[in-house]
């Protein structure tokens, strides 16, 4: 089993052009992801976009290729969640119990923001261009939960099938519970759903 990470040093402080950056990039992903939503993908401007925020087409691009990078970050933002958060968890624990606990930050993310979060979950899994995005960093969150859960184990990620398939099966599960919140939000609990699935796959996560 691998040693558990050391302590990391302090990152430094951000400059204060680091910050208003940052704020600019927040600002607009959040009114695109938001326009997007209520408009349609399509219907929504590179041009309304950057008018909403009061900033000029020009800048927009400073900070995202094209409107759909927007939903591309937010995307690569899900995947590293949840692999920081497997890579803290404690070195013996479970490995169904460490990968409940990577998938379920993105989950209690969008259940906390239910109100912001569910119109982009449902915009993305309901536009083909989106979707595939979606499907595709998924492939890739597969292979970055697989070398942090082989890295726990001791494992090489390459010569065995437990890790891609575990990984496989926990982003299943995630990918699910997600669809099922997207279409029956009532009285629908992200958390509790996700923690019901892994009950179900605990006995084939397990015995490695």
Known sequence: MS????????AAPATLAQRKRQLVATELTETALQLFAHQGFEAVTVDEIATSVGVSKRTFFRYFASKEDVVVQFLEGMGADMRAELAVRPAGEAPSVALLCAVSVPLAACEDHAERAL???????????LLARFLEHQAGWREELAEELAARLGLDPAAGLYPRLAAGVALTAFDTVLRRWSEE???TDPLTLVGQAFELLAPALDPV
């Open 119 to 129: 119109p982009v979950v449902r915009l993305i899994l309901r536009t083909p261009a």
């Open 3 to 10: 040693t558990p990470p050391g302590p990391r040093a302090p």
């Open 185 to 187: 939000p009532a009285g």
